[in-house]
């Protein structure tokens, strides 16, 4: 089926009525997203431009529709080969002439994207940044008539960031070899700093600069300590039976043992990670996006290149090492707008096997000649520091995340307490009473052992625990032990950690880390400052509200939602496609709850282009009419 892309707006009809229309015809929709236009608008008029997004807000979108319009090539440089086959293999499956050219392909293959490139027959070509940087590209890049360069994953440019990539950092040589093609960069984490890098490594030039909320309003957040990481990482997935999940792991053998107890529990789930045969990773990888499975178990190793939208929950079974990787990983859930939850089971070990782990790969560096930056190192340290005490407070966590990327937080309409969507706001987390006091016996227990021990040794104490090594040092003769004894340790110890992500105590580097006072602890131990301390959260088994209302609030027909996700799932396995591709679990609801039964109707569908509408109309709307029939 040929969509008959105009080369440019006519003079009958403006760029951005032109662009409307292209949007509906291939991916079924009637309205932009808030600054999708503004992006479009600037890819449109050869401007630079830095677009800032958070994940599932349309950013790719904004330089795949007006590529289709627009004279000549779009070239498109992607951080990772499954990223670009995803997003070429759903560009063709709606109509649009896409290809990409990568190392995974073979000969014939790239042989045959040439010829359609020298035909002139393709509007978006995707590669990797490696590709770009041989001698002699720069030239076969004006020869296929390239008119825009889009920069996805912007983020990995700048060594401010949390995913630097060094073949990133040669981008910016495009702007003197190419000098007269206008350059987007598109990113969905990136705070004020990261942002002016990417603009001055890429010598962006008066940029248009768009900066979308970094809220995700569809998000629930949760943050508990980790007690039982087994039983708790259950608990979340029981409550979303049968739905797409990513559960996020410290280690590699973390990933296995993980994978092989839900497993065990009737979980259909495998590892991903770096150490796992390539063809094993790709395998698991797939079935994971056909839906052969529920969770994939994995390492950050997984994640960039994910596209699918109907992840459900996300859930980190140790501490992220920073604010700015947790957005990008949690990013993953709730791509299509629906409800999802991401939860976070963290320990003090996490932190400091972050940090034990940062200091042995610095050492191992400098060992082999590697000359390291001081202030990097020392940025690594604080943002792992930064999400430590994030997780282990008790504020509002939308509200943080969005103000961590500089922007200020508004709460909703509507909602009753805070953002309505995290476990502080919804009331999941109870205050001591007697916090004041129950903080002073810790910062006091502290001081009474010399602040030279670590946190299991000062809960020992305090909890009345006559463990051999208290008694040898004589620390069951303290006037603190047993202070909190009718305390459940694994609470004194939640309370400690606390303290410590409140920098009223810090921690020793080093294998065995002690812990000691700041003089903000000294103040509240001497009862000059004010602290409020929190029980262990008590993460409920149902479902909760979320603050907005999303598409699956909409009354829709459940029994016939599962029958179009078989139907979706069968058509997906025929094309060797991700289910995804054929319809997002949003056109499903809403095909479930309106029922249409002609091709008028299913053409209003949210989610239903042209291609789609032809290749697959009939298929769904006999499966609509055989229901309604029934």
């Not at 839900?262 to 994971?288: I, K, M, T, W």
């Not at 009862?527 to 929190?534: C, K, R, Y």
């Amino acid at each position: 089926m040929s969509l008959g892309f105009p080369s440019r707006p006519s003079a009958e009809q403006d760029g951005a009525a032109q662009l409307l229309q292209v949007v509906e015809q291939v991916w079924g929709y009637r309205e932009l997203r808030p600054l999708q236009g503004e992006a479009m608008r600037a890819s449109l008029e050869g401007r630079d431009a830095l677009v800032v997004m958070a994940t599932g807000g349309g950013k790719s979108l904004c330089y795949q529709a007006p590529a289709l319009i627009r004279e000549g090539l779009t070239v498109v440089i992607s951080p990772l080969i499954s990223l670009m086959q995803d997003q070429v293999a759903s560009l063709v499956e709606s109509g649009a002439p896409a290809a990409a050219l990568s190392s995974a392909m073979s000969g014939a293959e790239k042989y045959a994207v040439h010829e359609r490139l020298g035909a002139r027959e393709l509007k978006l070509l995707f590669m990797a940044p490696e590709r770009l940087m041989v001698g002699g590209f720069a030239e076969e890049l004006a020869a296929w008539d390239v008119r825009n360069l889009v920069i996805d994953e912007a983020h990995c440019i700048s060594h401010w960031g949390h995913d630097f990539r060094p073949e990133y950092r040669r981008l910016g040589e495009l702007r003197e070899a190419l000098p007269a093609i206008p350059i987007q960069a598109f990113t969905a984490t990136a705070t004020p700093q990261v942002r002016e890098d990417i603009a001055r490594q890429l010598g962006l030039r008066d940029p248009v600069l768009l900066i979308g909320s970094f809220d995700r309003p569809n998000l629930t957040y949760r943050f508990t300590p980790r007690r039982d990481a087994v039983g708790q990482v259950l608990e979340v997935i029981r409550r979303h039976s049968g739905e797409a999940g990513i559960v996020y792991c410290l280690r590699r053998t973390d990933v296995d043992q993980l994978a092989q107890q839900l497993a065990s529990h009737g979980v259909r789930c495998l590892p991903y990670h770096a150490g796992l045969d390539a063809s094993v990773r790709e395998r698991n990888q797939a079935q994971f996006m056909s839906e052969s499975i529920d969770v994939i178990v994995a390492t950050v190793a997984f994640g960039m290149g994910i596209d699918r939208p109907d992840v459900r929950f996300v859930v980190h079974a140790a501490l992220p090492k920073g604010v700015e990787q947790y957005a990008q990983e949690t990013g993953r859930a709730g791509r299509d707008g629906l409800p999802s939850e991401c939860v976070l089971f963290y320990s003090g070990a996490d932190y400091h096997g972050w940090k034990q782990l940062q200091e042995r790969s610095a050492a191992e560096a400098r060992a082999n000649g590697v000359e390291l930056d001081p202030e990097q190192e020392a940025r690594m340290l604080a943002r792992l520091s930064e999400m430590y005490g994030w997780a282990t407070s008790a504020i509002c966590r939308h509200k943080f995340l969005v103000e961590h990327f500089g922007q200020p937080f508004t709460p909703p309409e509507g909602a009753c307490s805070g953002c309505g969507a995290c476990d502080v706001c919804l009331g999941e987390f109870a205050s001591v009473a007697d916090s004041q006091r129950v903080a002073q016996m810790i910062l006091s227990c502290v001081v009474r052992c010399q602040q030279r021990f670590g946190a299991s040794h000062v809960t020992d104490v305090l909890c009345g625990v006559a463990a051999e090594k208290v008694r040898q040092l004589g620390h069951d003769q303290l006037t603190t032990f047993g202070l909190l004894r009718q305390h459940d340790p694994r609470q004194v110890r939640h309370w400690i950690e606390q303290l410590v992500g409140l920098e009223l105590l810090v921690t020793a580097p080093g294998r065995y880390p002690t812990l000691s006072l700041t003089q903000a602890g000294v103040d509240v131990m001497r009862g000059n400052a004010p602290i409020t301390l929190f029980e262990i959260p008590q993460v409920p088994r149902a479902r909760r509200t979320r603050r907005t209302p999303a598409p699956s609030d909409i009354q829709y027909d459940e029994s016939l939602f599962e029958k179009l996700r078989q139907l979706r799932r069968k058509l997906a396995s025929e094309r060797a496609l991700p289910p995804y591709m054929i319809f997002g679990d949003r056109t499903l609801q809403e095909l479930a709850a309106v029922q249409p039964t002609s091709v008028d109707e299913l053409r209003e569908i949210r989610g239903v282009g042209a291609k789609k509408l032809e290749d697959l109309g009939e298929l769904f709307l006999a499966a609509i009419r055989e229901h309604v029939q029934r």
